[in-house]
């Protein structure tokens, strides 16, 4: 999506650019809070620091099929992102992408909001921050040869599924996204080996029963990568038997890396905000202990707390509707559901 910034010299922006509600995030559960915004009818921001909207779906795993979507047997990441962006940027809110917030300011004057980015300050009435996990950098290995044959052959990330067509591949881990991996690359390489240091797997029920029952994956557990070896391209891996020592040597085309990812919300803790760990906690109401401040999604924290889309978008649903009647005490925080609206 084109990229709407526009920079501002600007100390104190005039009302009109006030604006009723600013998201802070523009991956799916801040893109389905923009569209409720607009359906009630709020003067809405989004904010999102990558040069485009879809958050992770875009970012980091853009050709991932997703699977716990409602009304999505299965959807490409990528394609999902694009029909949430759509959705989200239906009511035209104003969107400014490659903008980090820095700086999230009271203004007891007006009670008002600041937030200042990397490329411009904004004013509002509530903000909702839509942070996900925050910033995500994978796990690094460093296994000899890893970071030499790293864009050569071992990769953290996959982002074009047909690069792998035809070819030998070793996949590392035992959490979701290694299953994932294996499940949606099985059709199109040559083979497929996955190896995991134990025998109990991180993962949805159904994928490891996929894996050990019905895939055509080599599964080894006890494994443990040893090295990978290549003249100037990824040539072979030696995989190692965490209890017996013994090796072995695998010719492969491809290693992919799923060990996990470590998440930082980086200057969100200097906002001002109650947290527990990377999670900000709200109430009931999606309310930050900050006054017209709310958070949903993966970021926000609360007794029973699901961390996934689905339940992401019903957060912040309640986030906006509370926001909505915060600024307009006359307003209900329930309107009605949508199929009573003229849309």
Known sequence: ?????????????????????????GGPVGLFGAFYAGMRQMKTKILESLPELGGQLAALYPEKYIFDMP????VLAQDLA????????????????????????????????RLI???????????????????????????????????????YFVRDIAQFAGKRLLIVGGGDSALDWAMHLEPVAKSISLIHRRDVFRAHEESVDWLLNRSRVDVRLWHELRRVEGNGHLE??????????????LEVDGVLLHIG???????????GVEME????????????????????????????KIKLIATGVGEVCTAVNYAKHRIDPHSKVFPGHSTNMDL
């Open 117 to 155: 980015t990397n490329r411009a300050e904004h004013v509002t009435r509530t903000v909702v921050l839509t942070l996900g996990g925050g910033a995500f950098a994978p796990k690094r290995l460093d296994t000899p040869g890893v970071t030499e044959l790293e864009g050569r052959g071992v990769y």
């Open 277 to 304: 760990g990377s999670s900000i906690l709200v109430n009931h109401m999606m309310e930050t202990n900050l006054p017209g401040v709310y958070a949903a999604g993966d970021v926000a924290q609360f007794e029973g």
């Open 1 to 25: 999506m084109e990229d709407s910034n526009t920079e501002t010299d600007e100390t104190s922006p005039p009302a009109s650019e006030v604006f009723d509600i600013t998201i802070v995030g």
């Open 82 to 113: 694009v029909e949430m962006a759509k959705q989200g940027t239906r009511f035209a809110p104003k969107v400014c992408c490659s903008e980090k917030v820095l700086q999230l300011q009271r203004q007891p004057e007006d009670e008002t909001w």
């Open 71 to 74: 009304g999505f047997p299965r």
């Open 236 to 249: 072979r891996a030696v995989v190692m038997h965490n209890q017996t020592r013994e090796e072995a040597v």
């Open 261 to 271: 990812f470590s998440m930082d919300i980086g200057p969100a803790r200097d906002w």
